[in-house]
């Protein structure tokens, strides 16, 4: 089964809005990443935050993460039509493993 | 754009034929991963490495073996595919110090 487990699954909203996008995950992490994934593309990290840091900016990116929850949220602020894309949490435990849910999809409507 | 390639792209094939993609990368990275990519369960691994002839399996791996010979080269071989093993197919190499990982652009089998 999936470690972590993004809510909602889909989310639609107009250009210029905001979206957040959650992921619970179940055991123990060394860190929590976001990626993105555009239609029939690879994969492209976004954003890392350590088991030890409770919040974390990149640009239009702001993740935090609750460990006492087993929980992160990614926010996008002041959305574009280019951040229509699928948004995946993956977890990360010893090994190097990185363990992803089944991520969200976005529609940002021009 | 990280120097990763996967090979074939796409691969349409029939029950009971062997198979084998092939992740190339540039950047001596250690640590290499195949996933597959199925609607409603998001990634899955497979199998990774995390040397030369150092492998191990992931959540997915019955059907599945892997090679790797060489730092720049992982095979992912199905030696008899079924239909359940139609998917996309994502390798993916990580950055040991940042744990980031960078992905391919994805192997789409069809098995028929």
């Known amino acids: 089964s999936q470690q972590g487990e993004e809510d909602p699954q889909a989310l639609s909203i107009q250009e210029g809005e905001n979206a957040t996008m959650n992921c619970s995950y179940k055991t123990s992490i060394n860190n929590l990443q976001w990626y993105r994934q555009n239609s029939g593309r690879g994969l492209v990290h976004l954003i890392l935050?350590?088991?030890?840091?409770r919040e974390k900016h990149s640009g239009r990116l702001r993740v935090t993460l609750d460990t006492s929850k087993k929980s992160s949220s990614l926010l996008i602020t002041a959305s574009r039509a280019a951040d229509t894309a699928s948004y995946f949490c993956?977890?990360?435990?010893?090994?190097?493993?990185?363990?992803f849910g089944g991520g969200t999809r976005v529609l940002v409507k021009p | 754009d990280a120097g990763i390639t996967q090979s074939p792209r796409h691969k349409v094939t029939e029950t009971g034929t062997p198979v084998t993609l092939r992740c190339h990368q540039t950047?001596?990275?250690?640590?290499m991963y195949w996933y597959r990519q199925d609607p409603g369960h998001g990634l899955r691994l497979i199998h990774y490495?995390?040397?030369?002839?150092?492998?191990d399996k992931g959540e997915v791996s019955d059907g599945y073996s892997v090679s790797r010979s060489k730092t720049e080269d992982f095979l992912l071989t199905l030696e008899s595919a079924t239909s359940s093993q139609t998917s996309v197919y994502f390798c993916a190499i990580a950055d040991a110090g940042t744990g980031e990982l960078f992905f391919g652009e994805g192997s789409r089998l069809t098995v028929l």
């Open positions: 993956a977890t990360g435990a010893a090994g190097n493993k990185l363990t």
């Open positions: 490495s995390y040397g030369v002839k150092d492998t």
């Open positions: 935050i350590r088991s030890n840091e």
């Open positions: 950047e001596n990275h250690r640590y």
